[in-house]
């Protein structure tokens, strides 16, 4: 199902426009250059129409929003819907402040987004069935978070990724759970920014967003795991080095081995 | 004096909240994870008081300020007195520039600051006591830092934190010396920055603010020079990833072992 | 030719003044470092004048341009130039929005530069050759580049740089071609962020800025080739730490031994 995806990604090299937080934005231009699609990030409201023009993909992410950010967000997402290019939403910290939840939902209630990615409790925020968050961490899920993610994405129309241990993916119809991945992931800062510019890139070659979403969380997850058996790893710094290697390092071979997913 | 605070760092995960500057915004958080506390990142006016109300510890850096976000950090640890947050201010520049010097005598006119910290330049013009800055790295420090510290904490009852070689804590009344250190920490950019996150760390699980700085940096100088001993280290960028590492796999019996303080 | 300049660097440890883009600045910031120059971070309004007066080199990255960035740069750019103070420009993107474009015609209307360094289609736009740019990289170089540039070096009164396979270097009387460098440099974001601080760094301290810009290209470029040939690289995140290191374990008789360029 996911296999060939990567391929068109390194043959294509999509541009994925980012308008993201300050925290991670370097990691973020990395790890997409490291999948093979290349990265720009522009938040001036005077040139985000023009960016998106010439992108793939975009990537909303709020993890340091300020209100004027979320206009150029807008703006973009608005130019993105009219040519028909996919939009990615990371929600972060939704559900942490009414800003983050406010503007999350002032977005896609003007833009059409593609693919929503959060943590469990930023999706059961927005899908009504709530669950804990500390900062930008989840710390608590709610038991129906599945079936509302579904239900979100039959509404909203859209895929939505819902990361944690065990990954799921639902466009309303289908659902995919993903168990690719490793703790040590969880032990430095952006992993799921990072995860929303793979998905990005993914969906900026691949139509069916449900499919790529599938195949970003393998590579992602898969990376992760195979940087972890390195030999050189004494904590998260190294692990991180390790970690955007293999993504660079990936192949077909790789996850048609090492890919652990099933498709309902 | 400082045994059981990391270890209550990593039992209880308190959420740190930063509003800092965009140079080394990525490292605090990748510190303040790494010591076993969780990070967040907002400096939106709308948000700032939602999310100090759910923080153990505000951490507020000047290194990029502007003037809405000196505003930001106001409101923010006005919420954070109201509510008895320790709130810990890193001076970065002042001295350089009168925009830094008069951003953190508003901050300190304004908020009740837990720890100051900063390197003999930025405190010795805080203090009175003069110093020499180039950008922000302190070049000249002045013969009467001591002293001068001392009522700088007494008048704004306040711990203050010189970074040096030796570094220096007091809180008025009780001063430290900390020897932990290793000149490769100063070869990077941003180490006075993180150390602020560790102290935040810190703070945000001992109310004793004196002993939580002086642990904050016993265990970031002891990293520093376990990271420094290690055989794959072939300059700062080497050694920041083993450093990062060290953070994260620092124990008591380590700190205990090679903690070079006293206070008087 | 270049020899010397990477001693007087480390010797006077020049202050180098950026306003810059928030995805690379945190490396562009420990580049500086390496090379033995001191960085600093300073965009606000109300500050730039007073920091740049301390400087010995300004450099302005248009990466994550905004307005009121512009209008920080070009305010400090007109202190510079009263004070004789050099100021590097890297017009990120400049052809791929039209802002990015004509900002870049702000700042060089507004500001003499001494230094301006692109890849060739950020070059050839500006030289009036054309080029093709997808986001901030380019993917396509006229067959006018050469006496464009030289045109354009003439025109302005500067050095303009061209990064590259072979880097260009031109005063508009002289030429040099760098060829220094290895392919996995493109692989990690930013390496042209990091060499305008280094370019930054040897102006600081060399007053013929031809000079200044070749050693930089040789000392950036021949980094690269040394640590790409270390046994410990398995990516691009690996070969970056290896890149940085080498930056800061670079010596007069390595670049004697490997520098690769020729004057025209």
Same mark, same amino acid.
């Not at 993890?63 to 300020?66: E, I, K, Q, R, V």
């Not at 991945?181 to 800062?189: D, K, P, Q, R």
């Not at 390195?230 to 004494?234: A, L, P, V």
């Given at each position: 199902m996911i296999s060939g995806i990567l391929k068109k990604v390194r043959e294509n090299k999509p541009l994925i426009h980012h308008i993201t937080n300050m925290v991670t934005v370097n990691d973020c231009a990395n790890v997409t250059l490291a999948v093979g699609a290349l990265p720009v990030m522009a938040h001036a409201l005077e040139e985000v129409e023009d960016m998106v023009k010439a992108a793939s993909c975009l990537v909303l992410n709020i993890? !340091?929003?300020?209100k004027e950010q979320v206009d150029a967000m807008i703006k973009a997402g608005e130019k993105a819907n009219q040519l028909g290019i996919p939009v990615v939403l990371d929600p972060v910290? *939704?559900? *942490?402040t009414p800003l983050r939840t406010k503007s999350t939902w002032r977005i896609l209630n003007e833009v059409k987004v593609s693919v929503i990615k959060g943590n469990s409790a930023e999706i059961g925020t927005l899908a009504g069935a709530g669950g804990e968050i500390k900062g930008v961490e989840a710390v608590k899920s709610s038991e129906n978070l599945l079936p509302a993610s579904k239900e979100l994405a039959k509404r909203l129309n859209t895929v939505v990724v819902v990361s944690g241990a065990t990954d799921i993916v639902t466009d309303g119809e289908r659902i995919a759970f993903v168990n690719n991945?490793?703790?040590?992931?969880? !032990? @430095? !800062?952006g992993t799921g920014c990072m995860l929303s510019s793979v998905i990005g890139s993914f969906c900026g070659v691949e139509k069916d967003y449900f499919r790529a979403a599938v195949a970003a969380l393998v590579v992602f997850g898969l990376s992760g795991e195979l940087a972890a058996k390195?030999?050189? @790893?004494?904590g998260p710094a190294s692990f991180k080095i390790n970690f955007f290697d293999e993504l660079y390092n990936i192949t077909e071979e790789k996850i048609i081995e090492g890919s652990k997913y099933k498709v309902e």
């Open positions: 993890g !340091t929003l300020t910290g *939704a559900g *942490a991945g490793h703790y040590l992931m969880g !032990t @430095i !800062t390195k030999s050189n @790893i004494y």
